[in-house]
């Protein structure tokens, strides 16, 4: 009989350390949208992002107050890539967690 019999599924050590790293993967799934003011500072927000390897996505979004505007989707952390944006002259309008 093998080790991995004598453990109940959940008390398996090699099934434990595959939940530990799916929970660690998941954190990271979570996604950020920053809005920008136009669809140039999104892509110029994009161009820069990918230099400092970090994928961003531009998306079309509504602006709370009316009208709409667009957005860079990102899976970093969204307070350093305003930090990193706003050293190149461009303005996070607003943070939506999605």
Request: a positive charge; hydrophobic letters at 45%; proline letters at 3%.
């Amino acid at each position: 009989m093998t080790a991995a019999f004598l453990f109940h599924p959940t008390q398996n050590p090699l099934f434990q350390h595959r939940m530990f790293l799916k929970k660690k993967v998941g954190d990271f799934l979570k996604a950020a949208l920053i809005v920008l003011k136009s669809m140039t500072e999104a892509g110029k927000a994009r161009y820069h992002l990918e230099k400092f390897k970090m994928n961003a996505v531009i998306e079309k979004v509504t602006m709370t107050a009316g009208g709409c505007g667009y957005g860079i989707r990102i899976k970093e952390d969204p307070d350093k890539v305003c930090r990193l944006l706003d050293l190149v002259n461009i303005e996070c309008v607003e943070i939506r967690m999605v």
